[in-house]
């Protein structure tokens, strides 16, 4: 597609559940960026990846949280044993640029998949 | 370590009047700042980016920013708002890491009344 496409657009899960959140990059596109972004925030890094290679993993806030593009291509993040603190909205985001001359790229944007756990 | 500053909650402006969103920020080295517009319920959209060059930033949608390297700010402008341009708006600075991740403000709510 044109654009950084995201599934599901909206999820509610009850705590203690499973979920998988599903990332589609623009065709082609190196880098891979996933966010949390808390309602009334800015969106928070969670982890980076370079074609099937996930070079930071940082910004994960427990290992409940994990992230994978085995083909370089799709990325699902899933949390594990969700609890209410989870409840967000994940941004996926795409750049044509590696890390290493990622400095003028943009970054582009999925609608994000708003997770509810109640 | 990198970060953006955004010091309004939110901006009124009255449709035609022009406006300003702030945005303050601390990097070491090069600065590369971007503006993102987030619309309810949407996920984030490219409005501009600084890199190098000509201070003075044009973008979609009719917005423009301004570097100012002394005073280590990049504040949005317009110099007309539409009230469609009422939305929550992002200045962010890329870290210079390994990952070349963006760093963001808190954002900035924009109500534009007709």
């Known amino acids: 597609g044109a654009g950084v496409s995201q599934s599901p657009r909206y999820k509610v899960a009850k705590r203690g559940q499973d979920v998988a959140l599903r990332c589609d990059p623009i065709?082609?596109?190196?880098?891979l960026f996933w966010y949390q972004q808390a309602l009334g925030q800015g969106p928070e890094f969670l982890t980076y990846f370079q074609n099937e290679a996930q070079l930071d993993k940082s910004g994960l806030p427990s290992d409940r949280f994990f992230a994978e593009r085995p083909e370089g291509s799709v990325s699902t993040l899933k949390i594990q044993r969700t609890q209410q603190e989870d409840s967000a909205v994940y941004l996926c985001?795409?750049?044509?640029?590696?890390?290493?001359?990622?400095?003028?790229?943009?970054?582009?944007f999925g609608e994000g998949s708003w997770l509810t756990v109640v | 370590a990198q970060s953006v500053a955004q010091p309004e909650d939110q901006v009124n402006v009255a449709e035609g009047n022009p406006l300003t969103v702030k945005c303050t920020y601390s990097?070491?080295?090069?600065?590369?700042l971007f503006w993102y517009v987030q619309y309810p319920n949407r996920g984030l959209q490219f409005l501009l980016k600084?890199?190098?060059?000509?201070?003075l930033v044009k973008g979609s949608y009719g917005f423009e920013a301004e570097f100012n390297k002394s005073q280590t700010s990049f504040h949005l402008k317009k110099p007309s708002a539409l009230v469609s341009d009422s939305a929550l708006y992002f200045c962010a600075v890329r870290d210079p890491s390994n990952t070349g991740k963006l760093i963001f403000g808190q954002g900035t709510t924009l109500q534009v009344k007709p």
């Open positions: 600084y890199i190098t060059g000509d201070n």
């Open positions: 990097v070491s080295g090069n600065p590369y």
């Open positions: 985001a795409s750049s044509l640029a590696s890390a290493a001359d990622v400095s003028g790229n943009t970054i582009y």
């Open positions: 065709s082609g596109h190196v880098s």
